[in-house]
């Protein structure tokens, strides 16, 4: 059997050509955060309207420059408030920069929040077609794997109950077949490697693989360093906002474990 580390070792014809399929341009991304706790929208409307609300700037990203190639696996680490979410968020779109661009090159897959989007008044069936044209597929091409994606999720018993019934673990199923539906050009996965059961993992993480087997670009931010050395071919950690190192996933992730003992 197959493990990450003989999937990941080598990288794939793809990535050795050094072909570029995000870009990343003096990116900085700034928040506009309280300077006091707020309890309701109502005393924030009224202290908007009298002028009395103040903020302090908070640079979550600061001046990030990185190029991401076809068909790599690199992975983002870092503390937490680091900035990594907040990086994913502005590639997959989710979020503009303040300043610079984000160049790309493919069709996103984001794994960010397994589910987001869905309605939980809806079928499992309706939700699916839902997430699918929030991704960008229209009717006809969930038609095409509505039937894989039941499957994938093993729903086929509860596909058209309210979500609302469901319990968290059959969410996050369904939100993962439909995010993973069609082999993407870049996949984004945020933290969610551990979602559902042991088998639902390892089914999960067997899909990811076979997807960067086929030339899926794969960007994986993860506490777990073992698992980040062992899956990754570069990894860049970020500290504070800002990008500190790039490069080698063991040099970098030992140069973080030393500056974090």
Not at 236 to 243: T, Y
Request: proline share 5%; aromatic share 8%; with cysteine.
């Amino acid at each position: 059997m197959l493990t990450a580390s003989d999937v990941y070792a080598n990288p794939p014809p793809a990535a050795a050509a050094r072909e570029p399929i995000v870009l990343l341009e003096n990116v900085s991304v700034q928040y506009r955060v309280p300077k006091e706790r707020i309890g309701t929208f109502k005393e924030y409307a009224i202290r908007a309207l009298q002028r009395r609300l103040q903020f302090m700037k908070f640079l979550a990203l600061k001046d990030v420059n990185l190029t991401i190639y076809r068909g790599e696996v690199i992975g983002i680490i870092g503390n937490n408030g680091a900035g990594k979410s907040t990086m994913l968020k502005v590639i997959s779109r989710v979020l503009r920069p303040t300043i610079g661009r984000v160049v790309l090159y493919g069709k996103i897959a984001p794994l960010l929040e397994l589910g987001a989007g869905f309605h939980p008044e809806l079928s499992g069936r309706e939700n699916v077609y839902l997430n699918g044209a929030l991704l960008g597929y229209n009717q006809a091409e969930m038609d095409e794997v509505f039937e894989s994606i039941v499957d994938f999720a093993e729903l086929r018993d509860f596909i058209d109950a309210p979500v609302r019934t469901y319990s968290s673990g059959m969410y996050a199923r369904l939100g993962f077949a439909v995010a993973t539906a069609r082999i993407p050009e870049i996949l984004i996965v945020d933290e969610i490697l551990s979602v559902g059961d042991e088998s639902f993992q390892k089914k999960s993480n067997d899909l990811m693989q076979s997807f960067q087997k086929q030339g899926t670009t794969v960007l994986i931010v993860s506490h777990n360093l073992t698992k980040i050395q062992e899956m990754c071919q570069r990894v860049a950690w970020l500290s504070r906002g800002e990008l500190k190192m790039v490069g080698d996933p063991t040099q970098v992730v030992q140069a973080y474990r030393e500056d974090n003992p």
